[in-house]
T-cell receptor, first 113, second 111 residues
Framework: DAGITQSPRHKVTETGTPVTLRCHQT?????MYWYRQDPGHGLRLIHY???????DKGEVSDGYSVSRSKTEDFLLTLESATSSQTSVYFC????????????FGPGTRLTVL | EDKVVQSPLSLVVHEGDTVTLNCSYE??????LLWYKQEKKAPTFLFML??SGIEKKSGRLSSILDKKELFSILNITATQTGDSAVYLC???????????WGAGTKLIIKP
């Protein structure tokens, strides 16, 4: 398995609180991604990074921000969590974009009450 | 709007049966189609298809792409209980390399 870890693995928080999820990789892959997975929707891209300090939005980026200060770490922040952000969040990595396999972390289950 | 549709949404079969899972897509500037298996945790990669008519095979699993009719199928022969999982299909959009994901097919194999 690709060396990808996510923390925390489970989190319960209250509406309006800030939340930060961490993705850490040991593969030195350039690209990192944050997805959310909800029943009936499949995986949806939130943000991705193509290098240190280089990030871009995905299809569902509203309410989320990201940062990448080191190659190995990609942080996802919910500035003020809402119940609609209750989901399972997956981090993924790839060496390049375009016809390259993405490898996924174990996921973080986030519940916003 | 780009979309990927998988069918059926769920499927229950007995061990030893053969199953066919479908993935149809409408994605501008198609680049590739990928299949993943998800067993209550991270999706794991199965196949990547870029050319029509060329079957990809791995053990009892195989997949083929039809770029004219815009679909792919994933076949699993001689199913085992360990094949129980959600199978995800994703299409890579060539303009920005983003993956458009289907909702998945939940496959349950009964012993």
């Amino acid at each position: 398995d690709a060396g990808i870890t996510q923390s925390p693995r489970h989190k319960v928080t209250e509406t309006g609180t800030p939340v930060t999820l961490r993705c850490h990789q040991t593969e030195n892959h350039r690209y990192m991604y944050w997805y959310r997975q909800d029943p009936g929707h499949g995986l949806r891209l939130i943000h991705y990074s193509y290098g240190v300090k280089d990030t871009d939005k995905g299809e569902v980026s509203d309410g989320y921000s990201v940062s990448r200060s080191k190659t190995e770490d990609f942080l996802l922040t919910l500035e003020s969590a809402t119940s609609s952000q209750t989901s399972v969040y997956f981090c993924a990595i790839s060496q390049s974009r375009g016809t390259d396999t993405q490898y996924f972390g174990p996921g973080t289950r986030l519940t916003v009450l | 709007e780009d979309k990927v549709v998988q069918s059926p949404l769920s499927l229950v079969v007995h061990e030893g049966d053969t199953v066919t899972l479908n993935c149809s897509y409408e994605v501008t500037n198609f680049r590739s189609l990928l299949w993943y298996k998800q067993e209550k945790k991270a999706p794991t990669f199965l196949f990547m298809l870029t050319s029509s008519g060329i079957e990809k095979k791995s053990g009892r699993l195989s997949s083929i792409l039809d770029k004219k009719e815009l679909f792919s199928i994933l076949n699993i022969t001689a199913t085992q209980t360990g094949d129980s999982a959600v199978y995800l299909c994703a299409v890579e959009r060539g303009s920005n390399y983003q993956l458009i994901w289907g909702a998945g097919t939940k496959l349950i194999i009964k012993p």
